[in-house]
C-alpha cells in the first residue's frame, strides 16, 4: 500500500514568487490537511479538503489556497512568498471514518526554502 | 487560545523508560495524540486517547491524561536506539475541523546506548 506521497521534495524561491506543491493521499483515504512546520516547531494547521471542498481553515491568509481533485489528491498553492513562508509543508490524508478520532497520515513533507 | 506545550530534551539509557510529558490548555480538547519524527521523514501517529480515558496502552507505549491538570505523558518501555526521535503532543480543540490539530514544539528523545 502505497502512504501520503509529496512532490517536490526541495525547492527555492525567492520573495514575491508563487509555488505548488502536490500531494497523493493514501490509497482509500479521502480527506487532505495541510501543515506548516517551521524550523524548531510542529506542525501548524493551514486548512482542509473533504470533496473537493475547503471545510475548515486555520491562521493564514488568502494568498495560501488549496485545490483537491476528484481522485483525492490536493495541491498548496501559496502567492506572493515571503522569507517567513520557508518551512516544510506537510500533507496528511485520512481515511473515510476518522472524522470523529482525527487521525492523520503524513506525508514526508516538501521543503520550501525562500530567499 | 489553545497552547501545547513540551519540554524541549530529553535524554535516556537504551533498555530504561522514557517519559515525555505536556500540557495542554482547551479544555474542551476531544482527542489527544502522540506522533513521532525522525530526522528528514514527516509525522508517525503512535497512538491517541479519547478526553473521557485516563490509561491507554498498546505495547510498549502507555499514555497517562490527568484532564483535571490538562496534563499529558507518553511512557515508552524498554527505550530503544530506534526510539530516538522528536515526539509531538496535539490535541483536538472541541471546535474547529475534525483534522485541525494544535501541535507542541517537540521533544527531542536522545536514547544512549
Known amino acids: 500500500e502505497t502512504g501520503v506521497t509529496q512532490s517536490p521534495t526541495h525547492l527555492i524561491k525567492t520573495r514575491g514568487q508563487q509555488v505548488t506543491l502536490r500531494c497523493s493521499s493514501q490509497?482509500?483515504?479521502?480527506?487532505v490537511s495541510w501543515y506548516q512546520q517551521a524550523l524548531g516547531q510542529g506542525p501548524q494547521f493551514i486548512f482542509q479538503?473533504?470533496?473537493?471542498?475547503?471545510?475548515g481553515r486555520g491562521n493564514f491568509p488568502p494568498r495560501f489556497s488549496g485545490l483537491q481533485f476528484p481522485n483525492y489528491s490536493s495541491e498548496l498553492n501559496v502567492n506572493a512568498l515571503e522569507l517567513d513562508d520557508s518551512a516544510l509543508y506537510l500533507c496528511?490524508?485520512?481515511?473515510?471514518?476518522?472524522?470523529?478520532?482525527?487521525?492523520?497520515?503524513f506525508g514526508e513533507g516538501s521543503r520550501l526554502t525562500v530567499l | 487560545g489553545e497552547d501545547v506545550e513540551q519540554s524541549l530534551f530529553l535524554s535516556v539509557r537504551e533498555g530504561d523508560s522514557s517519559v515525555i510529558n505536556c500540557t495542554y490548555t482547551?479544555?474542551?480538547?476531544?482527542?489527544l495524540y502522540w506522533y513521532k519524527q525522525e530526522p528528514g521523514a514527516g509525522l508517525q501517529l503512535l497512538t491517541y486517547?479519547?478526553?473521557?480515558?485516563d490509561m491507554k496502552q498498546d505495547q510498549r507505549l502507555t499514555v497517562l491524561l490527568n484532564k483535571k491538570d490538562k496534563h499529558l505523558s507518553l511512557r515508552i518501555a524498554d527505550t530503544q536506539t530506534g526510539d530516538s526521535a522528536i515526539y509531538f503532543c496535539?490535541?483536538?480543540?472541541?471546535?474547529?475541523?475534525?483534522?485541525?490539530?494544535?501541535f507542541g514544539s517537540g521533544t527531542q528523545l536522545t536514547v544512549l546506548p
Open positions: 486517547i479519547f478526553s473521557n480515558m
Open positions: 490509497s482509500g483515504h479521502n480527506t
Open positions: 496528511a490524508s485520512s481515511p473515510p471514518g476518522t472524522g470523529r478520532t482525527g487521525e492523520l497520515f
Open positions: 482547551d479544555s474542551s480538547s476531544t482527542y
Open positions: 496535539a490535541e483536538r480543540p472541541g471546535g474547529g475541523s475534525a483534522r485541525q490539530l494544535t
Open positions: 479538503y473533504y470533496r473537493e471542498e475547503e471545510n
